[in-house]
């Protein structure tokens, strides 16, 4: 039996009938016996759900199908341009922050902080010096 998805088959008054075979030559015996009552029959092969006039046509819509068209570079994909919509939001957010770290550094780099004295010294007095005290512990107990 030939395979289901392509085989060659007789036509006889525009409907296709039942008699199929893998090769031509195994038809041609029933072609004729049907040609002497329906002059109009035809021998077509069925592939992909089509008829075509023979195996070749078919191969050739095939290769047709797979070449790209001329038109289109080798970048080109269905469905439009492959971009990240929130790309332009991204891009935004690392330039606000290169810039907010840019201000940080200039910040920095415009008075170090070795020419201003610590809190609570000043250049008539020495700076005061408490004893450390110890904090009372917290809540003191156990917990239930």
């Known amino acids: ?80 341009e492959h971009r990240d919509p929130r790309q332009k939001f991204k891009d935004a957010k690392k330039k606000g922050n290169q810039d907010r770290r840019q201000q940080r550094f200039d910040r920095k780099q415009a008075s170090p902080r070795s020419e201003t004295p610590p809190r609570g010294v000043t250049a008539d007095r020495p700076p005061v010096r408490r004893p450390h005290s110890p904090r009372p512990p917290r809540g003191g107990g156990r917990r239930r």
């Open 1 to 80: 039996m030939p395979p289901r998805y392509s085989y060659w088959t007789i036509i006889a008054g525009g409907l296709p009938t039942a008699f199929r075979a893998a090769e031509r030559d195994d038809l041609m015996p029933t072609f004729k016996r049907i040609q002497e009552k329906h002059p109009d029959a035809e021998m077509k092969w069925f592939a992909r759900g089509k008829i075509w006039e023979s195996p070749e046509a078919a191969r050739q819509d095939t290769e047709a199908r797979r070449r790209p068209p001329e038109g289109r570079g080798r970048d080109w994909r269905p469905g439009g």
